[in-house]
T-cell receptor, first 113, second 113 residues
């Protein structure tokens, strides 16, 4: 049962434009959400997180938006840079077990120069 | 480098053989996690330790799999009687006391022939 879904396997964006990566979840007990970035031959690297008490969290060029009623979150990257090209994973954990992360299947972002 | 390290990075084995992977977490991180990632999917939770205690195991962790963290520092993941379906990337992560973020290692890629 896939509790976290990333329905877009890939996304291509021009350098300088906005990249929007989407993630949906089904478990209403999830209350903490994270985005990880993964380059080939490396492990996932933490990017940004958001707690369910917020609907937005910003860190430099990265902003995560959370819509609890729609069980949807998105990651905005503005402006996109070629070095942002990587696979992005959405992850979630619940109030009952914050140690267990559920990951989506990832979206491969390609930022074209 | 003070990140999470995993050894070996790659392992090729024949079906039926036993394999063991090692993970060294970031110093002073008391929680350690194992995940498995197959092609086109996100990491799937296998198990986690708080200090030396194994607190949760996924149903993905069949009786052929065993994980240990004997002194609360490094951990080992052993797979007995490997099957072709065990071919995957095995990722280790660690978290500091009170922290919610998981820091991942580069993974061990297992290929079972």
């Amino acid at each position: 049962d896939q509790q976290v879904k990333q329905n877009s396997p890939s996304l291509s964006v021009q350098e300088g434009r906005i990249s929007i990566l989407n993630c949906d979840y089904t478990n209403s007990m999830f209350d903490y959400f994270l985005w990880y970035k993964k380059y080939p031959a490396e492990g996932p690297t933490f990017l940004i997180s958001i707690s369910s008490i917020k609907d937005k969290n910003e860190d430099g060029r990265f902003t995560v938006f959370l819509n609890k009623s729609a069980k949807h979150l998105s990651l905005h990257i503005v402006p996109s840079q070629p070095g942002d090209s990587a696979v992005y994973f959405c992850a979630a954990s619940g109030v009952d077990n914050f140690n267990k992360f559920y990951f989506g299947s990832g979206t491969k972002l390609n930022v074209k120069p | 480098d003070t990140g999470v390290s995993q050894d070996p990075r790659h392992k090729i084995t024949k079906r039926g053989q036993n394999v063991t992977f090692r993970c060294d977490p970031i110093s002073e991180h008391n929680r350690l996690y194992w995940y498995r990632q197959t092609l086109g999917q996100g990491p799937e939770f296998l198990t986690y330790f708080q200090n030396e205690a194994q607190l949760e195991k996924s149903r993905l962790l069949s009786d052929r799999f065993s994980a240990e963290r004997p002194k609360g520092s490094f951990s080992t993941l052993e797979i007995q009687r490997t099957e072709q379906g065990d071919s995957a990337m095995y990722l280790c992560a660690s978290s500091p006391p009170g922290g919610t973020e998981q820091f991942f290692g580069p993974g061990t890629r297992l290929t079972v022939l």
